[in-house]
């Protein structure tokens, strides 16, 4: 019976090991499957597609995960492969279910991750004041796990919205804060991001030099990267602003040259091409130098209108809107100042629609004129409100923050006093007991009576700590109010009680002084408007139509090169499932091939077909031109560069040509 017994009881453990075991390895298998998924998610020589496919399923597997720690691990990675594929709403909805994990899990460390994650979801949602919340949030916890690094870099994404929403001195204060942590470290890019944005609020604040200066520090640690062509272009643009709007305009003519003499600018950068030409012919234009003009305009404005950059669109424009008023030709200029307007109106740009406003002022006929200027000053009025309940909401989170850190702070050294006295206390009365009873209890009163006194000090000192707070927090206010009404609002509020007043004057005198108003009122604005920020716009992305920009490409250089071209896309008509990297090399290697034939072929009719075979793209170029020999070392690097991109899509690429026979190159790329 005993052996039966233990026979029995041997067996069940054996299938209990075996169960437990079976269990572990499917969990293993399933966090392994997820692993492979996201990673797949983040290939690159996949179609967007099928990337977004392995996402979803990687998602719906975590879903069904009961492991807490595990989910938060794997939520983190698909949210940040969405941001990646521009599935910003995706990034934003994983985010949120994170952070709710993470706060029930009391999981500290990924909890400030999802709060910082939100805080860029909402800071690309244009939310300031929700990006600012959750980046603060994340601020409290990596500044209590002494995460100094991290710290610096919560501290630069909040300087950076408070810039943009005209929080000068908050977005002042915490940069210095980030630049103190993160100087002396390799946070070269985050160093430089620092004085970029004290660059721009001294630009605001019509400190110039000191906007070239911290320009010119930020270069520094630009320069201990690799691979930043595109931000030191940036830097040098905004370099030559702050000389163009300090009046130098020699001196910013020098550093947008010397930004556009940089090499392959136009084929690489061609959003920071338009941007740096059109601020040089603004330049020229204010330097009363009109060699030149109004091409370099037309030229930058053409660039961006093929690139859909919307707000190059409006600022061309409108630069081309002041050089026409003053040759005097109000037609051309009225056609561009109302492009300029409706564009800024549809796409919420409200600091060059108030410049629209202002100009249509001059253009238009006194009655419409008036109106523009009404118009001007309700949006500038509404702006500023705007503007300014934004900052009160920052503020607000802010000192709400530090005051329940404080409190906490003190409750903790009173509980930390109360224990220590509690301590002592009983150690002092169990010694006590031990020698005398009739001691202990005299003593133990008067240890009682200490404590007590101790307590009211300290009660007494948090109240002063507060009241010290308190104080410094209201001058803070009354300071930075003071600033605001005395400054910009009172000059605002007296040139328009002026123009009220002369509104029904029609003498030349009131005319001469309205118009002086109107300038000032011109200065004022100058003194709020925000400099766009310039942004690499990639060339293609997920709306771009590839065929479209391949037949702009050929009509503009056919025109160039006096050719015939048509280019045929046969059965390869649909490019949206074509991965973006194969339609970027194929694009440039397009745009090589073409640039050759205008430089050195002669030809007159080229042929470009597109084609698909299979598991494969088949791409040829043929022209009728001199031809040349492809086994000839050749001194230039534009064939090296084709042949680079033909084996960054892992695709073949030949060069069939000979003297006097035109030239066929043909590309296959396996998608």
Not at 214 to 242: D, V
Not at 418 to 433: D, H, P, R
């Amino acid at each position: 019976m005993k052996k039966t017994a233990l026979f029995l009881i041997t067996i069940l453990l054996i299938y209990s090991c075996n169960k437990k075991t079976s269990i572990f390895y499917q969990k293993d298998n399933i966090s392994k499957n997820i692993d492979s998924l996201i990673k797949a998610s983040r290939n690159i020589s996949f179609t967007d597609s099928l990337r977004n496919e392995y996402l979803f399923k990687s998602n719906k597997i975590t879903e069904k995960l009961n492991n807490d720690s595990l989910k938060i691990g794997f939520y983190i990675r698909i949210s940040y492969s969405h941001l990646v594929l521009g599935n910003l709403n995706k990034f934003g909805e994983i985010s949120k279910k994170t952070l709710y994990l993470t706060t029930l899990n009391n999981d500290t460390i990924n909890k400030a991750r999802a709060n910082s994650d939100l805080g860029y979801y909402y800071q690309l949602k244009f939310k300031p004041d929700s990006a600012f919340y959750f980046y603060n949030e994340a601020l409290k916890i990596y500044s209590l796990i002494k995460n100094n690094l991290l710290v610096g870099d919560i501290l630069l994404n909040l300087a950076t919205i408070q810039s943009v929403e005209k929080d000068y001195i908050g977005s002042e204060i915490n940069t210095i804060k980030a630049i103190s942590i993160l100087k002396g470290t390799d946070k070269y890019h985050s160093l430089f991001l620092c004085y970029n944005n004290l660059a721009f609020i001294a630009t605001q604040l019509k400190d110039f030099e000191k906007s070239i200066e911290y320009r010119k520090e930020g270069l520094i640690y630009l320069s201990k990267l690799k691979n930043m062509e595109n931000l030191e272009l940036i830097s040098k643009n905004g370099i030559g602003i702050a000389y163009q709007n300090k009046g130098d305009y020699i001196k910013s003519i020098e550093y947008f040259k010397n930004a556009l003499a940089t090499k392959n600018i136009q084929s690489f950068y061609p959003d920071i091409y338009a941007v740096l030409i059109d601020n040089l012919a603004y330049s020229k234009f204010k330097n009363e130098d009109y060699s030149d003009l109004p091409d370099l305009f037309y030229k930058s404005l053409k660039i961006r209108d093929s690139l859909q950059i919307i707000d190059g669109i409006i600022t061309s424009n409108l630069h081309l809107t002041e050089y026409f008023l003053l040759k005097s030709d109000s037609l051309i200029a009225m056609q561009h100042c109302k492009i300029a307007k409706n564009l800024a109106k549809s796409s919420n740009n409200n600091i060059d629609l108030l410049q629209s406003y202002l100009l249509l002022s001059k253009l238009e006929s006194t009655e419409k004129g008036k109106e523009y200027l009404r118009k001007h000053i309700h949006l500038t009025d509404s702006l500023q409100q705007h503007e300014r309940s934004i900052r009160e909401k920052f503020t607000r989170i802010a000192y709400e923050t530090d005051e329940i850190t404080q409190e906490k702070e003190a409750e903790t050294k009173k509980k930390w006093w109360v224990i220590l006295f509690s301590g002592i206390g009983t150690g002092f009365g169990i010694l006590l007991f031990i020698n005398m009873k009739q001691s202990s209890k005299n003593k133990e009163l008067l240890f009682n009576h200490k404590q007590e006194e101790s307590n009211i000090e300290i009660y007494n000192l948090m109240l002063s700590q507060q009241e010290m707070f308190q104080k410094g927090s209201e001058n803070e206010k009354n300071r930075i109010s003071e600033e605001l009404h005395d400054g910009i609002l009172g000059r605002l509020f007296g040139t328009r009680l002026s123009l009220d007043s002369l509104n029904e004057g029609k003498t030349k005198a009131d005319i001469k002084e309205r118009e002086e108003y109107i300038e000032e009122l011109q200065l004022i604005e100058e003194d709020v408007r925000t400099i766009a920020h310039n942004l690499k716009t990639s060339i293609f992305n997920s709306e771009t139509n590839f065929i479209k920009l391949v037949e702009q490409l050929v009509a503009k250089q056919s025109k160039i090169g006096k050719f015939e071209c048509e280019p045929n896309f046969n059965n390869l008509t649909n490019w949206e499932g074509i991965s973006n990297n194969i339609k970027i090399n194929c694009y440039r290697i397009l745009q090589e091939s073409i640039q050759n034939i205008n430089k050195y072929a002669n030809a007159s009719k080229v042929q470009i077909d597109f084609k698909r075979v299979d598991n494969n793209i088949l791409i040829s170029i043929h022209d009728n031109g001199v031809g040349f020999n492809p086994k000839k070392k050749n001194k230039g690097i534009g064939l090296k560069n084709m042949r680079s991109r033909a084996e960054a899509m892992n695709s073949k690429i030949e060069f069939n040509s000979s003297q006097g026979n035109g030239t066929r190159i043909t590309i296959t790329i396996p998608i």
